[in-house]
């Protein structure tokens, strides 16, 4: 009689502990389809915020086109002369142009500082 409750007993334990790596498991796997829910809910939300920043682009750009259509047109009705532009038409077509030149070292320079440093934190 010891032998077959001891027997019993044992096997109690292995089932139980069968019982519980199921339950754990089980439980794993639910974690896993909720962390899975959540990363498609994340990822949609992230399409949506790609599509505004689109469209928020796409109008920007279209107001900048509309800008220097407005720009030129002002250039082209003034009175003065293509090959003698005033000061006006002249400041006009450089914006437009990008004409920067003075900038664009400093700019180069800031990016490369920052670039430099973001590698030195890695």
């Known amino acids: 009689m010891k032998k ?12 139980n502990r069968l019982r ?3 339950e754990m498991l089980d439980q794993i796997r639910a ?3 909720n962390d899975i829910e959540s990363l498609t809910e994340d990822f949609q939300h992230l ?13 920007l750009l279209a107001q900048n086109q509309l800008l220097k259509d407005t720009l030129l047109s002002i250039v082209d009705e ?9 000061d006006s038409c002249q400041q ?12 664009k070292p400093d700019a180069a320079r800031k990016y ?11």
């Open 47 to 59: 399409t949506l915020v790609a599509e505004s920043i689109r469209r928020n682009y796409r109008a």
């Open 112 to 122: 490369r500082t920052i670039l430099s440093q973001l590698r030195n934190l890695g």
């Open 31 to 33: 974690d896993a389809v």
């Open 78 to 86: 003034c009175d003065c002369w293509p090959q003698n532009r005033c």
């Open 92 to 103: 006009i077509l450089k914006i437009i142009a990008c004409d920067n030149s003075e900038q």
């Open 4 to 15: 077959l409750t001891k027997l019993r007993t044992k096997l109690n334990l292995q089932e």
């Open 20 to 22: 519980e790596n199921f």
